[in-house]
């Protein structure tokens, strides 16, 4: 089964500044990934997915940027937050690796709560 | 747009008693999946049923899909206090693992 690390479990930044949260998996090499976030009572928003090292899909324009350094290494930055920006940000591995689904479902991370004051 | 629209958005029912849930969908799916989510915490998978597919059932849930309606059901049967959370439904259009989430149906299970 596939296990999925997230840090910080909470964070509480000021408008303006940067933000990095980190996403690690273990198990499948090449594991297609995704950074989601959910506002506050609302389903989940796809952010953006990675099916390898350098490869980033951006689903929505966004403050946000995502970067896949390392092949299960996942990360979300921004370089100044905005209030908008506040929510619970969830890192999760789909089933297969490289663009290729051996299994639709997704394993979430336990999620980030990021306020922005 | 969000894809999924759950409905009701919230429920509140006793132990035992029996949790139904709806999701309507806009697009032509290749699957629908339920996830539920603890408070504060990672949504975990609990089914997936496919376009072809009518019915399917794990344990005490029950889902449905009904295409031409483009709707989908999830029943907990005899439900627990443990299975107080939020459940989701997400849809697969691409099968590239880019769900659409609904907003979710918020679920309470008093002892």
């Known amino acids: 089964s596939q296990t999925i690390h997230q840090w910080p479990a909470t964070l509480v930044q000021p408008v303006g500044s940067p933000l990095s949260l980190e996403c690690t998996v273990e198990?499948?090499?090449?594991?297609?990934l995704y950074w989601y976030r959910q506002a506050a009572g609302r389903g989940l928003q796809l952010l953006f997915y990675?099916?390898?090292?350098?490869?980033i899909s951006s689903e929505v324009p966004q403050n946000l940027s995502a970067s896949r350094p390392q092949d299960r290494q996942f990360i979300l930055s921004s370089k100044k937050l905005l209030l908008s920006d506040s929510g619970f940000y969830l890192c999760?591995?789909?089933?297969?690796?490289?663009?290729?689904?051996?299994?639709?479902?997704?394993?979430f991370g336990s999620g980030t709560q990021l306020s922005v004051l | 747009s969000q894809q999924g629209e759950e409905d009701p958005q919230a429920l509140s029912i006793q132990e035992g008693e029996n949790a139904t849930m709806n999701c309507s969908y806009k697009t032509s799916i290749n699957n629908l999946q339920w996830y539920r989510q603890n408070s504060g915490r990672g949504l975990v998978h609990l089914i997936l049923?496919?376009?072809?597919?009518r019915e399917k059932h794990s344990g005490r849930l029950r889902v449905t899909l009904d295409t031409s309606k483009k709707s989908s059901s999830l029943l907990i049967t005899a439900s627990r206090a443990a299975d107080t959370a939020s459940y989701f439904c997400?849809?697969?259009?691409?099968?590239?693992?880019?769900?659409?989430f609904g907003a979710g149906t918020q679920v309470v299970v008093t002892p």
């Open positions: 999760a591995q789909g089933g297969g690796s490289g663009g290729v689904f051996t299994d639709e479902k997704l394993f």
């Open positions: 198990g499948t090499s090449n594991p297609n």
């Open positions: 990675s099916v390898g090292i350098g490869q």
């Open positions: 049923i496919r376009s072809n597919e």
């Open positions: 997400a849809t697969d259009v691409n099968s590239w693992g880019k769900l659409q």
